[in-house]
């Protein structure tokens, strides 16, 4: 194997630790921001005081404080957003991996002519602004009094994120032999059976993939929970963009940024935890078998 030359070796490292730094370093900067006062983190005269922190300092004789995540967390109830966002991103994920995969897998599997147009509309679903879709929504929900409550979201984003996962676990599904689950079927299974118990496992970092993806779509969204939430009701993303509406009330500023970060970091562990299954179920995906 050759060897790449020295320059591109030591050009390729700057170019990768300066694309970290430049990655890295906003949300670094906000973490450490949130451990500050307003004062010294939106600081105009000079950005070095959200550094030193003088006027953190002086009011509240530390260099840090935690007053931001304590006033987000129980002055203003982010716990409850964070309640509400789990339980949307969770059923969210699992009504969406169960219906992706099995109508993933009818239509993978299926000859007919009709699945192809069943996924073209899916895409052109799926194309079209969630802010576009949601306004249809609004007047029959209030109509039916069910404006408001989470699982009136959850139905919403699942009707948003199906076409999504129909398109990503039908490829999946294209990847795997129609051979192997005929066999299965030729020694005793059904076809339910086949696909449970040979196909699923075959494909599992697919489903994963998907999944992955269908959790962040109900964890990162704005338009259609803050729409069809109501402020008891408030996931994370709104939570945060009301701290932001009323900045002018002291302190909010820095709620919204411990907010920020509190949410953010989550992101990151997920991430890191499954990475391995995201890179491998992207790869499975990409070839068809």
């Known amino acids: 194997m050759q060897k790449r030359p020295l320059p591109l070796s030591i050009l390729a490292s700057v170019f990768i630790i300066v694309w970290l730094i430049a990655a890295a370093f906003p949300f670094l900067w906000t973490v450490w ?9 939106f600081s105009r005269l000079s950005w070095w ?9 002086q009011q ?16 203003n109830n982010f716990w409850r957003s964070v309640i509400n966002t789990v339980l949307v991103t969770v059923f969210v994920t699992i009504i969406s991996l169960t219906f992706g995969t099995l109508g993933g897998y009818a239509l993978a599997r299926s000859g007919q002519r009709y699945s192809f147009w069943i996924l073209i509309i899916a895409l ?3 194309a079209m602004p969630h802010i576009t879709l949601v ?4 007047l029959p929900f209030f109509q039916l009094n069910i404006w408001g409550y989470l699982p009136t979201a959850i139905i919403v984003l699942v009707a948003i994120n199906q076409p999504f996962t129909l398109w990503m676990l039908h490829s999946f599904f294209l990847s795997i032999p129609k051979d192997l689950d005929e066999s299965a079927m030729v020694d005793g299974c059904t076809r339910f059976e086949a696909f449970r118990r040979v196909v699923i496992p075959v494909m599992w970092p697919g489903v994963i993939t998907t999944g ?4 962040l779509l109900g964890y990162n969204d704005f338009a259609v929970t803050a729409m069809l939430l109501s402020q008891d009701n408030q996931t994370m993303i709104p939570k945060i963009q009301s701290f932001m509406s009323s900045i002018y009330q002291s302190g909010n500023v820095m709620y919204a940024v411990a907010a920020v970060v509190s949410a953010t970091v989550p992101l990151f562990i997920l991430v890191l935890f499954f990475q391995r299954q995201i890179v491998s179920g992207l790869t499975a995906g990409a070839v068809k078998g």
């Open 33 to 41: 921001g949130s451990f500050k006062v307003e004062a010294d983190f």
């Open 49 to 57: 005081n959200a550094i030193t922190g003088p006027a953190t300092q």
């Open 60 to 75: 509240t004789g530390a260099s840090f404080t935690g007053a931001g995540y304590y006033g987000a967390w129980v002055t």
């Open 124 to 126: 052109i679903f799926r």
């Open 135 to 138: 306004s249809g929504y609004l």
């Open 212 to 215: 992955l993806f269908s959790f």
